[in-house]
């Protein structure tokens, strides 16, 4: 992967080589965290850009709570650090990656007792799917049930849910899954939110059982804008195969549109003009030549940035 100079370390600034733990670190054997993922880009007038910080951060604190941390920060503060660190590392488009983790101290699965650690990472971060136009598989895994854990927190544990997923089409010609739930619906990909196109309309799985999505959400309220009716529903897998068009969108993934789906062609193998369409909307926002949504940006100057 790509690095930068500093990650940010419970409060200080740190050398990206020494943001170290200990390999007793709760976390690492309970995955007894929590994280997020944000992109910012560069936006027309050469300035960088965090998209929806605020919904981000809003999310990760949920997150804690749903694993009773008490973090010594404040959402402010958060915030704050996260511009930070883009603007110490000077680089004008990539990743973010806050994580909030049960440090060293105690072992044992009740994770109480262990200091509450933080990160916040950035790096440059290009395409995150390998493939423009997706080959999807069904998951033999399903969802995790609503009653097995926070579903709609992103817990680190969650995400073997994604990983066992992920590692079932290794080696495959298929890019990325889809996991039903537990009464058979589509719920959402390994690290993506899914949506479909029938007959004009833009239809997304319920918040019954995915991540909620920012990008999902912001996708919303884009295709209201642009015209297009939109419904959150239960969505069978034949309505899958019989869509018009389908994608998935994500922080790390933005828009992708899906191909095939358990090697069916979906619109005869090409991504659908209204997924092209809404693709095409979201990059203008994020990288701000959409004024209507520029409150959904946070501009971050660059310790550099006079230099420039
Ligand atoms: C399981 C899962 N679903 C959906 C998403 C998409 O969410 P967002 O748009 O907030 O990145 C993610 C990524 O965070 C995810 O990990």
Redesign the pocket.
């Known amino acids: 992967m790509q690095t930068t100079e500093f990650i940010w370390f419970n409060g200080k600034f740190v050398p990206w080589d020494d943001a170290k733990v200990h390999v007793l670190t709760h976390a690492l054997h309970y995955a007894s965290g929590t994280f997020e ?1 944000l992109r910012f880009y560069q936006t027309d007038d050469g300035s960088s850009a965090i998209f929806r910080l605020v919904e ?1 951060v809003d ?1 990760l604190l949920y997150s804690a709570q749903a694993l009773h941390m008490a973090l010594p920060y404040s959402k402010q503060q958060i915030c704050d650090a996260i511009v930070e660190t883009v603007a110490r590392n000077n680089i004008t488009s990539g990743y973010l990656r806050p994580l909030v983790f049960y440090g060293y101290q105690k072992m044992g699965v009740n994770p109480i007792g262990n200091p509450v650690d933080m990160i916040i990472a950035c790096w440059p971060w290009g395409a995150y799917h390998a493939a423009e136009e997706l080959d999807v598989k069904v998951s033999q895994y399903i969802r995790l049930h609503p009653k097995s854990t926070v579903i709609d927190a ?1 817990l680190s544990a ?2 073997i849910n ?1 990983i066992l997923p992920l590692l079932e089409i290794q080696g495959t010609h298929y890019h990325e899954v889809l996991l039903l739930d537990h009464d058979h619906y589509v719920s ?6 899914f949506f479909m196109v029938k007959n004009g309309v833009i239809y997304t799985p319920t918040l019954s059982n ?2 909620p ?4 959400d912001f996708i919303l309220i884009l295709a209201k804008k642009l015209g297009y009716q939109v419904l959150e529903t239960q969505i069978t897998l034949a309505e899958v195969y019989a869509a018009d068009e389908a994608f998935f ?4 993934g933005e828009i992708t549109p899906i191909r095939s789906l358990d090697d069916k062609l979906i619109n005869g193998g090409g991504a659908g003009p209204i997924s092209l369409k809404l693709k095409a909307a979201y990059q203008d926002v994020v990288h701000g030549r959409d004024k209507t949504f520029s409150s959904y940006l946070t501009y971050v100057k660059l310790e550099n940035q006079q230099h420039l």
Not at 188 to 193: A, F, R, T
């Open positions: 993922g981000h999310r992103k969650n995400y994604c959402e990909g390994s690290s993506v939110n995915v991540l999505g920012i990008t999902r969108s994500g922080t790390a």
